[in-house]
């Protein structure tokens, strides 16, 4: 009687650490579900700034084809303006007029040029941003793919460790149930 008394004892206790057990695990499953729907939101995130900033990149190289095409058209201009006074020089007044007109092409392409100077850089500041924000977008992934393995082997390893605990338990179970027939 004092046996079985202290066999129920035993396999209480034994119930009580398979429920403190269970509920640690689900503590654990619980702070893994939070984390990985943290480290998801993030992606997101991220995913959402560099769709924002494509239309940016887009607008800037159409910008920058838009200006190639005015240099190569200011250019065109140019060489048929020189051609031009190439012809006309006999023609002093027409050669002034013409001289210009080449000063004022020599400006606006000038002009054209610094500005698609200055477009180059900014598509080009874009397109480092752009490419910072892919890197550090890959890296987190790289970091949540990390996380989850880690996750995914810790949550295993804990399973192995309960299973384990679990068994032993049941083995001790066992015997006592043995005794207990015998």
């Known amino acids: 009687n004092k046996e079985i008394k202290s066999l129920a004892n035993k396999l209480e206790i034994s119930h009580k650490q398979t429920d403190t057990l269970r ?29 924002v900033n494509r239309p940016r990149v887009a607008q800037l190289e159409t910008q920058i084809e838009q200006m190639e095409l005015q240099v190569a058209s200011m250019k065109t201009k140019n060489n048929k303006l020189e051609n031009e006074v190439y012809d006309l020089t006999e023609f002093k007044t027409t050669n002034e007029i013409m001289s210009t007109k080449l000063q004022d092409v020599e400006i606006t392409i000038t002009t054209l040029m610094r500005k698609h100077g200055e477009l180059m850089l900014k598509s080009k500041k874009q397109e480092d941003s752009l490419k910072a924000a892919a890197a550090e977008r890959e890296r987190k992934i790289l970091e949540i793919a990390l996380l ?35």
């Open 148 to 182: 989850e393995e880690k996750l995914r082997a810790s949550t295993v390893q804990e399973h192995e460790e309960l299973v384990k605990a679990i068994l032993a338990q049941e083995e001790d179970i066992r015997g006592v149930l043995d005794r207990i027939r015998m």
């Open 23 to 51: 509920t640690k695990l689900d503590k654990v499953r619980e702070s893994h579900r939070h984390e990985l729907s943290s480290l998801e939101s993030t992606i997101d995130d991220l995913n959402a700034e560099l769709e």
